[in-house]
């Protein structure tokens, strides 16, 4: 039986994240509008408790239920790895914030403020050191999705015309930057045994 050091030593992957884009995004404000629909309509049934009303919720979960089928259909798959600490460090020192941003940063939230990176630079690296488009072949009986061994990662340069092109959200960038950050900085693993 391996040690527990040995274990650790064999680790197979780092943290990751596997987060879907959907392509078509008609569909998840259709997706959105249908779930705010079922609330309302199963608040209703509540309060009256009627077979029609039933039959109608039954109705719109299936109709919920073919809404994401297309949406898994019209989905491309992003994974956020984490980086080796050394390399996240590393990347972090190339990337401190500027005596501007520190200046602005103390302006705003008091004399001691301080910025881990700098905000203009970082977070396309970040994004393009810790990101892959995944291909997912199928999903299991779970809906979880099959990916086949394929990763791209992003480069810097697909980051910057994702921001440009006109066609990605600042908060849909800013979500895959937050979890390339939040991954990279996590705990999670670490005393997930516990009692809690």
Known sequence: MASALDRLRDRKQANYRDMPICMDSGLVA???SLKGEIARLQARARIKGNDELDSQLADLDDELEELNG?????????????LAPN?????????????EQLKEARKQHG???TLSWNTDTF?????????????????D????PIFDKTEDQFTLDFVKEMQESGTWSGGEVA????????INESVA????????
């Open 30 to 32: 259709q997706r959105e």
């Open 70 to 82: 297309k949406i898994r259909a019209e989905s491309e798959w992003v994974r956020i790895k984490a």
């Open 141 to 144: 009986s779970d809906g979880k």
């Open 175 to 182: 979500a895959l930057v937050n979890a390339a950050v939040t």
């Open 189 to 196: 693993n670490v005393g997930a045994a516990g009692n809690g």
């Open 111 to 113: 004399p001691k403020a």
């Open 123 to 139: 977070p396309n690296a970040i994004l393009a050191a810790s990101a892959y488009v995944l291909t997912c072949t199928d999903y």
């Open 87 to 99: 390399d996240y460090q590393s990347l972090l020192d190339e990337h401190t914030p500027t005596r």
